[in-house]
């Protein structure tokens, strides 16, 4: 990192490399399925025997046909402007990822927008379709947009490298207290940032971070942080454990290794340079978690020199900050049934799921904060709450009349079907029976359930009936429903299975695996 002219420094931009996960299926295979063509994502689909267990997808070979389409991604992502530093299979069979070079957050942006149109018509070419919806696939690791987020000065300091320097340090120390509070006294806005109903089966779910947004800094930088609030000076941090990366080659440069361990299991984990928003959505739009992000971090650092103004030094505004709001950060295992009991402990949020995040989001506390930062009037908050609830509520509907269709019109037919085969063998008739009528009573209860649903309740009302009821519902049709599938002869079930469209578009080993 250059060194900078401080003093010159007269404004902070905030960017972003996005990490874009996907999956890839043929599209006929897509067009034989209602759910993927309405929803995003399958409502019904019995487990492939070969998912991602073995862990011999990731950043493996990528087939020629898909590696064919992101070449062509590549080349008209270039053709605008943006390099694709990173392209790759990720954890489950047919998903894959693709990461640009950073840039400004609002030109980042533009390009992963512009990216998923690309997606488009690419895969188009080549027979294919992409999926970005947060969880296509149960039982199969979700898609993510990982936003590496970083703030510079328009001299070129980045405020988030510790630095080699005393005054690099001291800048680098302000700005975590400064994002240790922000994100203390925001957690309801960085929840909400990543609050939609496809994200609610991502998170927390064992391939994503909990829904309690909380800090990871590592725990060399916790025990520097913790030194400052006892007295401790700013700078010092980066000054131990550095370390090299050699290759055993002298024709290839050694490389910086990160100062602190990698946690996957946090949603906001220090990376080296930069802070890691992991918890963002593969289906959402960067700007509202980047725009979350950045006003958070805006009142941390206002309140910080809020202090300043009062009377107190730098070092010492910031030791207060710390202690104030110190019990965001955890290094810990976000995935460990501790932490949620040691997060309530902490008085840190725990909004499991959209309806809850919401009920949070236009505030008293968060309208005067929009509008103290010139974000959004009062009305705009609240606008944008309500816009947020009834996105929610349609999708939970949208998704409980498809599958309803889909079990009354396709399923329910192929299981008559099936059990004409076997009229003359009551033994095996039975047992095909009663789950046949099982799955006819739980699509029943779901009709009923998408019948009661409040019209005259408010929307937070509508939103918690959609999470407490609709969902349940639906996976009581869909526990059912694939059970069936694992019945009914593989030529009588009406939708493509998972194992087809997970492996079918590789042209190879599809009868192997199913």
Request: proline share 4%; glycine share 8%; charged share 25%.
């Amino acid at each position: 990192m250059k060194h900078c002219d401080y003093s010159h420094a007269k404004q902070v931009v905030s960017n972003v490399g996005w990490e874009q996960e996907f999956f890839v299926i043929d599209n006929d295979l897509y067009l034989q399925r209602p759910d993927l063509m309405a929803c995003g994502r399958t409502l019904v689909g019995s487990q492939p025997h070969l998912g991602q267990q073995l862990d011999n997808n990731y950043f493996a070979r990528i087939h020629p046909r898909v590696k064919a389409f992101m070449n062509e991604v590549q080349r008209e992502m270039w053709a605008i402007g943006c390099s694709i530093s990173v392209m790759h299979n990720e954890v489950a069979p047919g998903q894959h990822e693709i990461s640009p070079i950073f840039a400004l957050t609002n030109v980042s942006t533009d390009q992963n927008e512009a990216c998923r149109e690309i997606f488009d018509d690419c895969a188009a070419m080549f027979g294919l379709r992409v999926l970005l919806h947060e969880k296509p696939f149960a039982g199969l690791n979700g898609n993510g947009k990982h936003s590496n987020w970083g703030l510079n000065t328009d001299s070129g300091l980045n405020l988030f490298h510790p630095g080699k320097t005393e005054k690099e340090q001291e800048i680098f120390a302000v700005m975590v207290s400064a994002l240790v509070t922000g994100i203390n006294c925001h957690q309801d806005i960085i929840r909400n940032a990543v609050a939609t109903a496809g994200n609610d089966h991502r998170l927390g779910a064992q391939e994503a971070p909990p829904a309690i947004m909380s800090l990871y800094t590592g725990a060399g930088m916790e025990a520097h942080l913790r030194a400052i609030m006892d007295g401790g000076k700013l700078a010092g941090y980066g000054n131990e454990g550095m370390k090299e990366v050699t290759f055993g080659a002298p024709q290839i440069t050694p490389v910086d290794a990160n100062i602190e361990d990698r946690n996957r299991t946090a949603p906001f984990p220090f990376c080296g340079n930069r802070f890691e928003f992991r918890a963002v959505g593969g289906n959402q739009n960067i700007a509202w978690p980047m725009t979350m992000c950045n006003v958070a971090m805006a009142d941390g650092m206002s309140q910080i020199s809020d202090l300043v103004e009062g009377g107190k030094n730098v070092r010492d505004a910031c030791a207060a900050a710390l202690k104030d709001n110190i019990q965001v950060v955890f290094n810990g295992n976000g995935y460990s049934e501790e932490w949620p009991k040691e997060a309530e402990k902490r008085g840190l949020l725990n909004l499991k799921n959209t309806p809850a995040a919401l009920a949070a989001f236009a505030s008293k506390k968060n309208k005067t904060l929009f509008e103290k930062h010139g974000v959004f009037s009062v009305e705009e908050t609240e606008s944008r709450a309500e816009i947020f609830y009834e996105r929610y509520i349609e999708v939970l509907k949208l998704e409980s009349s498809c599958l309803l269709e889909m079990i009354n019109t396709q399923v329910i037919p192929s299981c008559a079907e099936d059990l004409a085969k076997f009229a003359k063998h009551p033994d095996i008739l039975k047992d095909r029976s009663d789950l046949f009528t099982a799955l006819n009573k739980e699509n029943g209860a779901l009709e009923k359930l998408i019948d009661s649903f409040p019209e005259s309740g408010t929307l937070g009302e509508q939103a918690v009936f959609c999470a407490d009821k609709l969902i349940a519902g639906m996976d009581s049709v869909r526990d059912v429903c694939d059970k069936c599938e694992r019945k009914i002869s593989k030529n009588n079930w009406p939708f493509p299975s998972y194992t087809s469209m997970l492996f079918g578009h590789q042209g190879d080993g599809v009868d192997a695996v199913e």
